[in-house]
T-cell receptor, first 117, second 112 residues
Framework: AQKITQTQPGMFVQEKEAVTLDCTYDTSDPSYGLFWYKQPSSGEMIFLIYQGSYDQQNATEGRYSLNFQKARKSANLVISASQLGDSAMYFCAMRDPYGGATNKLIFGTGTLLAVQP | DAGITQSPRHKVTETGTPVTLRCHQTENHRYMYWYRQDPGHGLRLIHYSYGVKDTDKGEVSDGYSVSRSKTEDFLLTLESATSSQTSVYFC???????????FGPGTRLTVL
């Protein structure tokens, strides 16, 4: 069965430092997509970054980059130069490869990041 | 920001009562989804719709039903609410392709 695993329930990082949030996935299908979402304390879900399984380059969006290691089935989120506003819950998700064209997502349990001044 | 609204935003109800949550979009996106978020579980898919009157079950559909009579509206109904359905409910939309989903602001439901 398809599964997303986030093994870090919580993390601390000092302001201005980089931090890596871990995500591993399990699928036997060669075609899938990986997403990261941010959920601040206000509750909304904010899309951060996307990586397709056939993409040759690691995705980047501003201070966010996705360290995609296909052989290890990992899709870690790297946040460079952390800011206080980065304190939030972060979810890794995978487009269900067996969901057809319906774009169903499978979510991990999340990592709570706290940025310390 | 994608135009997605959810109503109500907060609701407290009693066990056994019916509850309907509404999701409304102004983006004309084809796909709509209902998730619930619980501590330790992330977001889990309840039901989804791939067109008007076309819906299907997700991972945790027991006790829930949905309807979509117009492109812009997707309703989630708890026929007889139970305390285990106390949760935060999110609606999301997407288009065919990459699969990026845009989320509504969420509805916090408490079943006493």
């Amino acid at each position: 069965a398809q599964k997303i695993t986030q093994t870090q329930p919580g993390m601390f990082v000092q302001e201005k430092e980089a931090v890596t949030l871990d995500c591993t996935y399990d699928t036997s299908d060669p075609s899938y997509g990986l997403f990261w979402y941010k959920q601040p304390s206000s509750g909304e879900m904010i899309f951060l970054i996307y990586q397709g399984s056939y993409d040759q380059q690691n995705a980047t969006e501003g201070r966010y980059s996705l360290n995609f290691q296909k052989a290890r089935k990992s899709a870690n989120l790297v946040i460079s130069a952390s800011q206080l506003g980065d304190s939030a819950m972060y979810f890794c998700a995978m487009r269900d490869p067996y969901g057809g064209a319906t774009n169903k997502l499978i979510f991990g349990t999340g990592t709570l990041l706290a940025v310390q001044p | 920001d994608a135009g997605i609204t959810q109503s109500p935003r907060h609701k407290v109800t009693e066990t056994g009562t019916p509850v309907t949550l509404r999701c409304h979009q102004t983006e004309n996106h084809r796909y709509m989804y209902w998730y619930r978020q619980d501590p330790g579980h992330g977001l889990r898919l309840i039901h989804y719709s791939y067109g008007v009157k076309d819906t299907d079950k997700g991972e945790v559909s027991d006790g829930y039903s949905v309807s979509r009579s117009k492109t812009e509206d997707f309703l989630l109904t708890l026929e007889s609410a139970t305390s285990s359905q106390t949760s935060v409910y999110f609606c999301a939309i997407s288009e065919p392709g990459q699969g990026k989903q845009f989320f509504g602001p969420g509805t916090r439901l408490t079943v006493l």
